[in-house]
């Protein structure tokens, strides 16, 4: 019949999973819930794409790639920071049941979206950039990966801020100031890049009191990083990097 | 109940060693209160030390050493994380100082009852 | 809450506590056997220049980083800030410092 061959989805009686999603604004929500059916391979973002295409379409959320390399679907599931779109639900399914909410420690734009402007703040105050001392008319720097300070250097360079160790911090969550984990992981990078010439000036921006001595190297931020960066030794370089300026040791 | 984003040893390991800290930072004035009792009335201090011959004393001093050896041999874990090259066995660095605590408090403990 | 200077500050007074620790719980893995009484700890301690140096610095170490310890959990746990959160810290310092040099003087004084 028609309707059979339309939609084949509906031949064979779904399992509904009870979900939990979110809703609401920077003033406060409650969560809302729905029913989302189970199906194979299903990611979190999967069921999110559900309920907004056939349950509510005024749900907010983020995605971008779908496939894991731009971090954009970052979000809280069953109180975890995770990636939604690498996040399988027969992975995370306790009970048929799922809560899905917006990412910790960020202002809420409107239910799982989150404003990431403090985020990306605090990557600049940090002062996680590039400063360079040549121009494009001079010869390339011979840096051989190899060498410690840049394979230190490349082992944490792939972050692609999709804050969930943000999300996962206890220190960030209870203090305002603290810059966070991959803005002082970034920052770490540049402190061993040879070629960057705003060394001193990095290490007094991650010094002072929202700097990398307010972290209590919990961990929390490597044990969730989608990318197995590792902030907590990064925040220790930068603690020894600071430590030995501070007391006048040239690096 | 502990939200699941937290259950990692690490974690643990950070929570053992800010209680600890806290417990001993609440104990040690009452603990330097009794002490300096031995200016104002040796008879008082007596009067303290012989509740330590109280088993539920002693079980309460084999707590506090617990902490002050967890906070101690977790602070040098930290202090290593910080001021040396990184080890990747943190995990195993933090269930060690755990069991050392748990080594020297119960060495106090059998010497003490 | 911590800056580069009270960071430094409580890793180097750990760094003194260390040692002081780990001779304490020595002492009191030996002193505890037996029993304790007020004679046996003061027979051992009072007048003794070393047992006040000792003791001495330890309390003065255990003041500076029970206070920047109790300012982090002030500030992260309980919300503390600006002239509350340093009235804090500076009142434990101060208490610990106090209590403590009196206790030090009561048990090695002659």
Redesign the interface.
């Known amino acids: 019949m028609a309707a059979e061959t339309d939609k084949p989805e509906k031949m064979v009686p779904e399992k509904m999973m009870d979900v939990s999603v979110w809703r609401g604004g920077p003033d406060g929500g409650a969560f809302e819930q729905f029913k989302a059916p189970q199906q194979e391979s299903q990611t979190i973002l999967d069921v999110v794409t559900y309920i907004q295409q056939n349950e509510d379409p005024s749900l907010a959320y983020r995605f971008a790639c779908r496939v894991g390399m731009c971090g954009s679907c970052a979000m809280m599931v069953?109180?975890?920071?995770r990636w939604t779109c690498r996040t399988h639900v027969q992975k995370v399914l306790k009970d048929n049941k799922l809560e899905i909410a917006p990412l910790r420690n960020l202002p809420v734009i409107r239910d799982l979206a989150t404003d990431m402007t403090v985020f990306f703040d605090k990557w600049t105050a940090a002062e996680a950039s590039f400063t360079p001392t040549v121009t494009r008319d001079d010869p390339m720097a011979p840096i051989n990966p190899a060498e410690p300070k840049r394979a230190a250097a490349s082992e944490a360079i792939e972050c692609i801020n999709c804050a969930i160790c943000y999300a996962?911090c206890?220190a960030v969550a209870g203090n305002e100031d603290y810059l966070g984990p991959a803005a002082l992981n970034r920052a770490w990078t540049l402190v061993n890049d040879v070629r960057d010439g705003g060394q001193k000036s990095r290490l007094d921006a991650v010094s002072a009191a929202g700097g990398c001595h307010n972290c209590?190297?919990?961990?929390?931020c490597a044990?969730?990083c989608p990318n197995e960066l590792n902030p907590?030794?990064s925040i220790?370089?930068l603690?020894?990097a600071t430590?030995k300026a501070a007391l006048g040791f040239r690096k | 109940m502990i939200?699941?984003?937290?259950s990692?040893p690490?974690?643990f390991?950070?929570i053992l060693?800010?209680v600890s800290?806290?417990a001993?930072?609440l104990f040690?004035?009452l603990?330097?209160?009794v002490?300096?009792?031995?200016?104002?009335s040796?008879e008082a201090?007596?009067g303290f030390?012989s509740w330590?011959?109280m088993t539920i004393v002693k079980l309460a001093?084999y707590g506090l050493?617990f902490l002050?050896?967890a906070h101690?041999f977790g602070?040098?874990r930290?202090?290593a994380?910080?001021?040396l090259p990184?080890s990747p066995r943190?995990k195993t660095l933090a269930a060690g100082a755990v069991a050392l605590a748990f080594c020297?408090s119960t060495?106090?403990f059998l010497?003490?009852v | 809450m911590l800056d580069l200077r009270l960071y430094m500050l409580q890793?180097l007074s750990?760094?003194i506590l260390?040692p002081l620790?780990?001779t304490h719980?020595g002492v009191?893995?030996?002193a505890?056997?037996g029993?304790?009484?007020?004679?046996e700890?003061?027979g051992r301690t009072q007048g003794s220049v070393t047992w006040m140096l000792f003791y001495g610095l330890f309390?003065a170490a255990?003041s500076i980083h029970?206070a920047i310890?109790?300012r982090a959990?002030a500030a992260e746990w309980f919300g503390l800030r600006g002239s509350a959160l340093s009235g804090l810290s500076l009142a434990?310092f101060a208490?610990?410092g106090i209590?403590?040099a009196?206790?030090v003087?009561?048990?090695t004084?002659l």
């Open positions: 069953n109180g975890q920071p996962a206890d209590h190297s919990m961990g929390n044990q969730f907590t030794a220790a370089g603690k020894r430590v | 939200r699941p984003h937290r990692h690490l974690w390991a950070f060693h800010r800290g806290l001993l930072a040690l004035p603990h330097f209160y002490l300096a009792m031995a200016l104002t040796p201090l007596d030390l330590t011959d001093e050493v002050l050896a101690f602070g040098l930290l202090l994380l910080e001021f990184w943190q020297v060495i106090f010497s003490a | 890793r750990a760094l260390a620790v780990l719980i009191m893995i030996y505890v056997q029993g304790l009484s007020a004679a700890i003061l309390v255990v029970a310890g109790v959990i434990v208490v610990l209590l403590g009196r206790a003087y009561a048990v004084a």
